[in-house]
């Protein structure tokens, strides 16, 4: 499998203070790389880096690079409109836009910037909602607003968002921590079939499902990268000794 | 606190008081507190209904007199001259005229520093900026009225020669830079309202900072503002002083703003300072402007609640 992101000496910080320290990793195409580490390490400011949502956040700023098919994304040519249309996120807590329909959603991205009128816009709701099998739940009900769904169904439908643009590469900060198992279950699924398709990276404290869904994982403590590796040598034979204490749950 | 640890709390105090006549005694304090508490608070209620009850009771007499159609499509306001007449459609026009050009200054600026404060400016310039606003909102509206006849005016007569030196015009500059802050900071609240999840959602779906306040922010926070709007018509409709020095005293049914005008609150004010005779028409007069304006501005303010209500939900 081909590398999709490099991700190279990155380094974080928000004002003055440090969260990153010199990560290196690179994150697969057509896999799940899984991201864990407890709460405060550095997780979601990682991914935040990956598609320059970090920088939009005042006084944060951040070095190293990310290179996303060997171009770095932080290059002074690139504009981050361009890079967050090709990194897709998911949202922690499902962030449906409560003012637009479920329809209305889906094309979000389209309609923010302007370039609804040149796409298709009914395939591409059917093409996003199928993919994040949200079509047959939602079909005859695409102009009620989406704050009416439940919250898996939200979850979804913000991954059939992020989808409808047509991103390269998918990441999801914890996306199924608002969610109930059977709602998780569905998402967990999802990512499964999604993984033929894309680069996906998860966030995620849930220990078992890291070790369900994700082909790598990256073990993230204070800031700094501990372990990376395959999932299934991370799980049963850590090299590092911190890793192992977190994994097994005799952490802090 | 909910409400079953706050149940918790108090079943605790009360069992630590428990020992002895502590807790009668308690008790006793408690209740007359709470009456006391009723009582205050009956006072602004009780004060409402008697407003209320004056200006309506009031008006009802006025309008014995003269039919409310009169009143109300009559395109004469003539109320102590001979022959008299009560229409009293000057007037709201006047009020009317001095509102709508007071808001087209109010509204842009008001929702344009609402959005430079909650959307561009620093955390720090912010710290500065809200308090500053607000101080600006306490401003003495005398102290608008003067600027408007003696800043305001000068210049609109140098632009228009043929304005009037008292004109409709320079008392809406006045209104609508009186109701700025107003809308700046009521706007602001709205804007930063929304919840910060809803803009990350758009940048990250590759929108730049305009597309985002102008489809997502401003659309999520689209009923507080409406808000701050018709609270901001509800303050030009019953602003007093600025129209009373500056807009003029003629009854005038015009729509054309360079002319003197009457507002119906810069009538009551003229009317109360005169000699009119206790009891008279004309006295009553101002009950009737009065209960007209009173419904303007409650619907306004009723308005403004629904509007909140709503729509108010992220
Ligand atoms: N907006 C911010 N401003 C200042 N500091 C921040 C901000 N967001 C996060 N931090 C700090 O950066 C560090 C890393 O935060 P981050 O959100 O990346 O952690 P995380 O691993 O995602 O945690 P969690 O599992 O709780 O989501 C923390 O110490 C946090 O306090
Ligand atoms: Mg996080």
Redesign the interface.
């Given at each position: 499998m081909t590398a999709r992101v490099k991700i190279d000496d990155l380094c974080a910080w928000f004002g003055d203070q440090q969260v990153l320290y010199d990560i290196s990793t690179s994150i697969k195409d057509r896999a799940v790389t899984a991201i864990i580490g407890p709460s405060g390490c550095g997780k979601s400011t990682f991914i935040r880096c990956l598609?320059r949502?970090h920088e939009?956040i005042?006084n944060a700023h951040r070095t190293g690079q990310v290179l996303i098919d060997n171009a770095d994304i932080y290059d002074h040519t690139v504009d981050p409109?361009?890079i967050?249309?090709r990194i897709?996120?998911v949202?922690q807590?499902p962030?449906?836009?409560?003012?637009m329909s479920i329809y209305d959603n889906v094309v979000?991205?389209f309609?923010?910037?302007?370039t609804a009128r040149r796409v298709n816009l009914d395939q591409i709701v059917e093409e996003s909602l199928r993919q994040a099998a949200l079509w047959e739940q939602v079909k005859d009900r695409l102009k009620e607003p989406g704050?009416s769904l439940s919250g898996g169904q939200q979850q979804r439908l913000?991954i059939a968002?992020?989808l409808a643009?047509k991103p390269e590469v998918l990441l999801m900060d914890e996306p199924c921590s608002a969610l109930d198992p059977a709602a998780t279950h569905r998402i967990e699924d999802l990512i499964h079939k999604l993984k033929k398709n894309y680069a996906i990276v998860v966030v995620t404290h849930n220990m078992q499902q890291a070790a369900r869904i994700s082909g790598d994982t990256g073990f993230f403590l204070d800031g700094t990268l501990v372990e990376f590796g395959r999932t299934k040598g991370i799980f049963t034979n850590p090299k590092d000794k911190r890793t192992e204490d977190y994994i097994t749950g005799r952490f802090g | 606190m909910t409400e079953d640890s706050r149940a918790v709390e108090i079943s605790n105090v009360a069992n630590v008081t428990m020992h002895g006549g502590a807790h009668a005694w308690r008790r006793r304090r408690e209740s007359v507190i709470y009456a006391l508490l009723v009582l205050l608070s009956l006072i602004p209620i009780l004060t409402t209904f008697g407003i209320i009850y004056v200006l309506f009771s009031q008006a009802f007499a006025f309008f014995m007199e003269v039919p409310i159609m009169e009143f109300l499509m009559g395109t004469k306001w003539s109320p102590l001259l001979i022959p008299r007449s009560f229409g009293v459609l000057p007037l709201l026009v006047g009020t009317l005229l001095v509102t709508v050009a007071g808001m087209f200054i109010a509204v842009p600026v008001g929702l344009g520093s609402a959005i430079f404060l909650s959307e561009y400016a620093?955390?720090r310039a912010r710290r500065w900026l809200k308090p500053l606003i607000e101080i600006l909102a306490g401003i003495p509206t005398v102290v608008y009225g003067y600027l408007a006849l003696l800043f305001i005016t000068p210049i609109i007569r140098s632009i228009f020669p043929q304005a009037n030196a008292f004109n409709a015009l320079s008392a809406a500059i006045a209104v609508g830079i009186m109701i700025v802050p107003m809308i700046a900071s009521l706007s602001e609240d709205a804007l930063a309202a929304v919840?910060s999840?809803?803009?990350?959602?758009?940048?990250?779906?590759?929108?730049?900072k305009y597309?985002?306040i102008t489809?997502?922010v401003v659309?999520?926070a689209s009923s507080g503002i409406a808000a701050s709007f018709v609270l901001g018509i509800s303050r030009a409709i019953g602003e007093t002083m600025i129209v009373t020095l500056a807009a003029g005293a003629t009854p005038n049914l015009t729509l054309n703003p360079l002319e003197s005008i009457q507002t119906v609150t810069a009538f009551i004010v003229q009317i109360s300072l005169g000699e009119t005779p206790w009891g008279s028409l004309a006295y009553k007069t101002i009950f009737a402007t009065g209960a007209l304006l009173f419904v303007l501005t409650m619907l306004m303010n009723l308005l403004a609640v629904r509007i909140t209500k709503s729509k108010g939900?992220?």
């Open positions: 598609n949502m939009t005042p409109v361009t967050r249309q897709g996120m949202f807590k962030n449906p836009f409560p003012r979000a991205g309609r923010l910037n302007g704050a913000c968002r992020a643009i | 620093s955390p919840p999840s809803l803009r990350e959602a758009a940048y990250a779906l590759g929108a730049n597309e985002v489809k997502v659309p999520t939900r992220f």
